[in-house]
């Protein structure tokens, strides 16, 4: 994939919109496990605990960018974004279960741990997103540190006032996924080659169902709490 080429771009524009629908929520992790540390503390907890976070994210990314490229997985692997991007259209994120660290390293240990628990549905996405191409993965990478530290109480806001974000995100989430599932080699060369339409026909269906699919279980959520 040539870095000049328009498919390099509205791959990275994909990864960016991921890191923010699916790393938006870092900020409040970060508030609940350090909430109990003074502000020397908190300022060392949050350096070296999303430093521990985006390293973990990074093996993880390489990681899965490698076993992508093993047949049929990333057939799988796109039938679990599909659920991950219906997921993010259908339910509120919990943090109930994020404890307060008592001290700088139970505070950093949660981060990191928690980060990690939280942060499958964004690695996979990117890994996916990126197409195997390491300068997407890392730019992904950096990317999601900003995200993390700063950005994050902004995007929430941006979210609640504007919830066609999450759509947005869900639709790149779930197109990603059938990107995902066309390229693997098995389905590829078994059923793409014989039918290269469905190369499109296949994305655009499962961007199309999650959307809608996500969109009538929130308004019949919604409907459902007025009662």
Known sequence: MDILSL???SSLLSIIMIDIVLGGDNAILIALATRKLNQKQRKKAVFWGVFGAVAVRAILTAVAVYVLKVPFIKFVGG?????????LLVEEEKHDEVKSGENT??????????DLLMGID???????????HPLLVVLGLLISIPIIVWGSGIILRFIERFPIIIFLGGAIIA????????????????IISQLPLLDLIIPISITILVVLMGYWKRNASASYNKV
């Not at 390293?105 to 928690?114: L, Q, S």
């Not at 996405?125 to 197409?131: D, I, K, Y």
């Open 79 to 87: 039938i679990l974004l599909v659920w991950i991007a219906y997921k």
């Open 105 to 114: 390293w139970a505070a950093i240990k949660t981060i990191v741990i928690a």
């Open 175 to 190: 197109w990603t996924a059938g990107k995902m599932i066309v390229e693997d080699s098995i389905i590829h060369r078994e």
């Open 7 to 9: 498919q390099f771009f």
């Open 122 to 132: 964004n690695v996979l996405a990117v890994a996916g997103a990126a197409h195997g």
